[in-house]
């Protein structure tokens, strides 16, 4: 089914619509030189989740939640993937490298403990983290997510499997690059009818656009990695994963999706599926709140324990273009 929605009005990056001083992009400097890119929102002495974005998104995803972060006292650090964004890019072999880089982030912002807030592929790496790290990560929050494939293969056809897919998306990238408004145009309609009907929106229209080519800034190398990376061989470690780990699935998400959440979920010590009726993919952009709300409870945090200048909205609204991006170095 083609919806149109994009034709003739794809342009430039649309700026977002949060605060200014939320958009400053801060530049942190790795052991081995590289650079992590990573912006800050909600309110920055509140609750650290650390984000994960969604294959083909970049930090500039967690700009929806600004808002409802603030309300609910939350600070969200969202990172650029390497080649993602602003993050350079470095090649790993699984999700743990990146679990590595996000723990070092961490410790360089003092974030003792800390929950985690993963969109879609996103979850890979935070699973990888609360792996990595379950001392110190309390919970995880799972939007629209896609869990890891269990892969039985050997080696070498994991590999082969892994270029195949590098290969597909720099040849559609290098199509796409000379058309942007079919590339785009095919991403909404590979959506479900909720989502396409909720991107007929022209702002969160916006929003999307602008999180899908700042994900591309420094081309596709970034995101074939990303892809690359379900083939690898890096089965989650279950016995780990005793802090919550709650995901949020839209039923109008595809019947395989959901499938393969509920049979995730069963294996989690501490899991619990939450499905919303009649949500896609990107229910987040407008009913967001509930997910923060359940933090809340599972980290036992009354209202009092909440901002006091904090307001309770119902929905994440996405409004007028701010201006340009600023970058800041650690």
């Known amino acids: 089914m083609q919806t149109h929605i994009l034709d003739k009005r794809l342009s430039t990056i649309v700026p977002l619509d949060v605060e200014r001083d939320s958009e400053n992009v801060r530049l942190m400097h790795l052991g081995d030189?590289?650079?992590?890119?990573?912006?800050?929102?909600?309110?920055?002495?509140?609750?650290?989740?650390?984000?994960?974005?969604?294959?083909?998104?970049?930090?500039?995803?967690?700009?929806?939640?600004?808002?409802c972060a603030i309300a609910n006292g939350f600070r969200i650090i969202a990172v650029d993937r390497p080649g993602v964004g602003l993050s350079d890019f470095f090649e790993y072999s699984d999700a743990q490298g990146f679990a590595q880089d996000l723990l070092a982030l961490a410790d360089k912002l003092r974030c003792k403990q800390f929950g985690i807030l993963?969109?879609?592929?996103?979850?890979?790496?935070?699973?990888?983290?609360?792996?990595?790290?379950?001392?110190?990560?309390?919970?995880?929050?799972?939007?629209?997510?896609?869990?890891?494939i269990a892969i039985q293969a050997n080696a070498l056809l994991r590999k082969a499997a892994a270029m195949a897919v590098k290969l597909s998306i720099y040849f559609r990238h290098f199509v796409a690059s000379h058309t942007a408004n079919r590339y785009l145009q095919r991403i909404v309609d590979s959506l479900s009818f909720a989502d396409r009907r909720l991107l007929e929106n022209p702002k969160l229209l916006a929003f999307v656009e602008n999180d899908i080519k700042e994900a591309?800034?420094?081309?596709?190398?970034?995101?074939?990695?990303?892809?690359?990376?379900?083939?690898?061989?890096?089965?989650?470690?279950?016995?780990?994963?005793?802090?919550?780990?709650?995901?949020w699935q839209g039923s109008a998400d595809s019947r395989h999706t959901r499938h393969l959440a509920e049979n995730f979920v069963e294996r989690c010590p501490q899991g619990k599926l939450h499905e919303?009726?009649?949500?896609?993919?990107?229910?987040?952009?407008?009913?967001?709140?509930?997910?923060?709300?359940?933090?809340?409870?599972?980290?036992?945090?009354?209202?009092?324990?909440?901002?006091?200048?904090?307001?309770?909205?119902?929905?994440?609204?996405i409004k007028a273009p701010a201006q340009a991006i600023k970058t800041v170095s650690h």
């Open 33 to 67: 030189g590289r650079r992590l890119a990573y912006t800050e929102y909600g309110d920055r002495n509140a609750y650290p989740l650390i984000h994960c974005h969604s294959h083909g998104s970049s930090r500039l995803e967690a700009a929806s939640y600004h808002k």
């Open 216 to 247: 591309l800034r420094q081309g596709v190398k970034g995101l074939a990695q990303d892809s690359a990376l379900e083939f690898s061989n890096s089965p989650v470690a279950f016995s780990r994963l005793q802090m919550p780990c709650h995901f």
């Open 276 to 317: 919303l009726a009649n949500r896609g993919r990107y229910f987040y952009l407008r009913n967001v709140e509930a997910v923060f709300i359940s933090a809340n409870a599972l980290l036992g945090r009354t209202q009092n324990q909440v901002p006091s200048n904090a307001v309770h909205f119902h929905q994440t609204r």
């Open 118 to 148: 993963a969109n879609g592929g996103g979850a890979r790496y935070a699973l990888a983290l609360a792996s990595l790290a379950p001392q110190r990560v309390e919970l995880v929050l799972g939007l629209s997510c896609q869990f890891p």
